[in-house]
């Protein structure tokens, strides 16, 4: 038996040492003054697409330095570093406090990063150094616009994209361009610009001379040196610089912090808007705002929130810039003192979604009715099978079009890492939609912080139950919501018998996979050159239901350790579970065909293992859904799944293996369900069979699972979206 261990390298970043006391890993010493330097500027949330370039760049230039201006240092620590580079913040290369908070405020992240090239290049030069290499891996070769793009997004996204750039051949021709003429560009897909003495004296000219004023792109940069009559490049620059992108390392189990500079100290987001309003009032020659990161940043919001000097009449700044910005606001109301303009601040549901919640005009008092949209409740970034669920949720919300909030809970037995990005809106919408089952909203009800949310607005249960006895300790639940949906008929077949509420079955979605893996087999433990079953589940899940000993003992009997075939079962929880993990153990311990990977997963390695799968196998005896069947027929892989319960909502005799079954009960000690409870008790015989018929038939194998990408394609977010949206109309009127 194999198993999986040890992780790859990722560097990550975390919040300011005042919140978490995560000690910054050691830097490389500052370079010698002679010493050529290549010079990177990024947040930290962006250093692990650096390392790949400035590993391939020391392993060409060993004599060569690096250096890296980190724009959000101060706000931000960096836990892994790479070994040869040299971390410095704004302030070391004499940028002070206020002058940085004020950038950081006018600029968003990439602006930010091209507002202080200049000053680290500059630094750099002034050491000594004869030559400096920058590089801008965006590819920005035009002056940036102001526009409405929020390059601040405070998820665990990285605006920039999932590529790294490594370079592959030495760039010394650039530095000796760079010392004998000032000034040399690279030519190719990425800017690669070199400075030498020469262009020190140019620097502050090119770089512009208002900090609210946008800050030239790398490329532009080397242009405005080269009008100084500097930079003739020699011949042999005049090709192209050889680069490639590769996938950068996928974040640690720990979620990637947020941009650094992306909201105030009151929490504020800093949206273009709010740069922008801050940006307009610099420009007509104001006084700055007092600063966003001072104390609790109170004195910001304020200032925003203060009457404009331009129209006065109680319309703030925040107010009469999206007036001026937002399409269509300045064609509706004429006049930015119009006093429905106030109200359509609001209520507008476009800028609910988008701005920051704390700077929307305050209501009268017989205007203070929850708002138009959704709060989803829930465990959102929860790496188990209802956490998974909520976030699905969010995404057929989003594509309704409603204004969404959420409130992520996060119970202590589980794991809590996974992606998900918050729309940052306080919960004072018009629905609550409560992702938990029943014994999660006796847990709401009876914590009185949430007694305001679920007072005075309809809430909705979305439910999940596996077998067909629900118990009679739970039924209660049902007076603590106004109607119940489900994902599946299967549960709503269960549930609606037992109350005089609503119990309707809601759409999915299913977001389309990418069947290219960015890890290989080998990264993941995995055997090569092998036709590889899989089935994945969680040990808290009910591991009777779940019946992983079922898939052992099915694909046992179908194959011998040398068929050219291999299983992989993934879990998660084993640890908390050590009688049942031993017993997987043991079903496996003379068969090394069979790979046990318990353990969590990062989101490219779970998406690369069932990438790797040539079938996924589920011989359940009940699901509520079935997820992991749903994510495989999502990447056309072909499944065998017992014929029964939640996963029939999305399959058929066409799409899946459908494994015969007899209802059983489900007995004692197999909590929370009843005993008395019945569920599935699938024919092993005929599993094993529909194993080997998959390896035996490809045709028949690449039919199924063709079919099953197309049938599960058909539940888009644009279908769940209408279907809420059309609940949500009858809900709030």
């Known amino acids: 038996m194999r198993r999986r261990t040890g992780r790859r390298y990722a560097p990550r970043a975390v919040p300011s040492p005042a919140a978490h006391p995560t000690p910054p890993a050691p830097t490389a010493p500052a370079p010698a003054p002679t010493d050529r330097v290549l010079a990177a500027v990024f947040p930290a949330r962006q250093a692990g697409k650096a390392w790949p370039l400035v590993e391939t760049f020391t392993r060409l230039h060993p004599e060569a330095a690096v250096v890296a201006l ?32 004020l950038l950081a405020l006018v600029h968003d992240e990439d602006g930010l990063v091209a507002a202080l090239r200049p000053r680290l290049l500059a630094w750099l030069l002034d050491r000594g150094h004869p030559s400096v290499l920058c590089f801008d891996t965006a590819d920005t070769n035009t002056e940036r616009a102001d526009t409405d793009t929020d390059a601040d997004t405070d998820g665990d996204t990285d605006g920039a994209g999932r590529t790294a750039v490594e370079v592959v051949e030495p760039l010394t021709a650039l530095f000796e361009g760079a010392e004998a003429h000032g000034v040399a560009i690279g030519p190719g897909p990425v800017v690669a610009v070199a400075l030498g003495p020469m262009a020190r004296p140019h620097l502050e000219l090119a770089a512009g001379p208002r900090p609210f004023a946008p800050a030239p792109s790398l490329a532009r940069l080397a242009e405005r040196v080269q009008q100084r009559g500097l930079g003739s490049p020699p011949p042999d620059l005049t ?34 808007s709010v740069r922008r309003l801050v940006r307009r009032a610099l ?10 990161w001072h104390g609790d940043g109170g004195a910001f919001t304020a ?9 006065g009449q109680d319309v703030s700044r925040f107010v009469h810039e999206t007036w001026r910005s937002w399409p269509g606001a300045a064609e509706a109301f004429a006049d930015p003192a119009d006093p429905r303009l106030r109200r359509w601040a609001r209520f507008d549901a476009r800028l609910l979604a988008a701005e920051p919640p704390q700077l929307l005009p305050a209501l009268a008092d017989d205007e203070r009715a929850p708002l138009p949209g959704v709060n989803l409740v829930g465990y959102l970034r929860g790496d188990f099978g209802v956490g998974e669920a909520g976030r699905m949720v969010s995404r057929a919300v989003a594509a309704s079009g409603l204004p969404l909030s959420t409130v992520t809970i996060r119970p202590g037995v589980q794991r809590h890492d996974a992606a998900f990005l918050d729309p940052g809106l306080d919960p004072a919408f018009a629905l609550n939609l409560l992702a938990v089952n029943p014994h999660g909203v006796f847990d709401l009800v009876a914590d009185q912080a949430y007694a305001p949310l679920l007072a005075s607005r309809p809430n909705v249960g979305m439910w999940y139950w596996e077998v067909d006895r629900f118990p009679a300790e739970l039924a209660a639940a049902f007076d603590l919501v106004d109607e119940v949906w489900c994902a599946s008929a299967y549960v709503a077949a ?29 990264d993941l433990g995995l055997p090569e050159d092998t036709f590889l079953f899989g089935f994945a589940f969680d040990h808290l899940s009910v591991f009777e239901r779940k019946n992983p000993l079922g898939v052992v003992a099915a694909y046992r009997e179908a194959f011998g350790p040398h068929d050219g075939t291999a299983l992989v079962l993934k879990s998660i929880n084993g640890a908390q579970f050590p009688g049942d993990a031993a017993r997987v153990e043991e079903a496996v311990a003379d068969r090394p065909d069979i790979v046990v990977i318990d353990r969590h997963l990062t989101g490219v390695e779970m998406r690369a293992l069932m990438a790797h799968l040539d079938a996924f196998v589920s011989l359940h005896r009940s699901e509520g859904l079935g997820l992991g069947l749903l994510d495989a027929m999502a990447l056309g892989k072909p499944v065998v799944a017992t014929a029964h319960s939640g996963n029939m909502s999305f399959m058929d005799e066409t799409t899946a293996a459908l494994v015969p079954f007899r209802l059983v009960e489900v007995g004692p000690g197999r909590d929370p369900y009843p005993a008395d409870a019945r569920w599935a008790e699938p024919d092993l015989d005929a599993a094993a069979a529909a194993l080997r018929q998959l390896v035996a038939e490809p045709a028949r194998r690449r039919a199924l699972g063709q079919r099953a990408r197309r049938s599960v394609a058909a539940h888009t977010p644009e279908r769940a979206g209408a279907w809420f949206a059309a609940r949500y109309a009858e809900l709030v009127p």
Not at 81 to 94: D, F, I, K, L, T
Not at 283 to 292: K, L, M, Q
Request: proline share 18%; glycine share 8%; aromatic share 4%.
């Open 239 to 272: 090709g192209p610089i050889r680069w490639r992108r590769t996938p950068a390392d996928d974040p640690s189990p720990t979620p990637t912090p947020p941009y650094g500079w992306a909201r105030t100290a009151a929490s504020v987001r800093l949206t273009p």
């Open 70 to 101: 980190v724009t959000d240092l101060a706000r931000a620590v960096l836990t892994d570093v790479h070994p040869r580079c040299h971390v410095v913040g704004p302030g070391e290369v004499g940028v002070g406090r206020d002058a940085l908070h």
């Open 283 to 292: 420009a007509r020659g104001g006084s700055p705002p007092p600063d966003p």
């Open 303 to 311: 200032w925003v929130q203060e009457e404009t000097p331009e129209v």
């Open 494 to 522: 269960v549930l609606a018998p037992l109350t005089d509420k609503p119990v309707r079955q809601h759409p999915l979605v299913v977001t389309p996979g990418d069947p290219r893996p960015r890890l290989r087999r080998a």
